[in-house]
């Protein structure tokens, strides 16, 4: 199993920009889907979170300015990120848990993308 992360770039402060993960692979289904970044000497932090039934959660300081969203039948998760601040200056790396039958037995393993730079420009 791979997530793929992208859509990454350079962009002026109060600019957009939209993130997408695309799992691939041999699984049965992909559970939750999450969006995470880290920036520079700081710890990674958990950005957004989607359930497959479509349960969202956002941390505070993307509230009102970051969507996110999935696609089951593409088994990819998007995030698109309105009125961009320096502050969200980071790697944003997606993970999501996934069904995968081992030894004739559903089980759920955890995935991370490959993350993708996202820089905003004051």
């Known amino acids: 199993v791979q997530l793929q992360a992208s859509g990454g770039g350079l962009v002026q402060a109060g600019g957009s920009l939209r993130l997408s993960c695309a799992a691939s692979?041999?699984?049965?289904?992909?559970?939750?889907m999450e969006w995470y970044r880290q920036a520079p000497g700081k710890q990674r932090e958990l950005v957004a979170r989607?359930?497959?039934?479509?349960?969202?959660a956002y941390t505070d300081s993307v509230k009102g300015r970051f969507t996110i969203s999935r696609d089951n039948a593409k088994n990819t998760m998007y995030l698109q990120m309105n009125n961009l601040r320096p502050e969200d200056t980071s790697v944003y790396y997606c993970h999501a848990n996934v069904n995968v039958v081992n030894m004739g037995y559903p089980t759920l393993f955890s995935y991370w993308g490959q993350g993708t730079q996202v820089t905003v420009s004051s």
């Open positions: 692979g041999r699984f049965s289904s992909v559970d939750v």
């Open positions: 989607i359930t497959v039934g479509g349960n969202i």
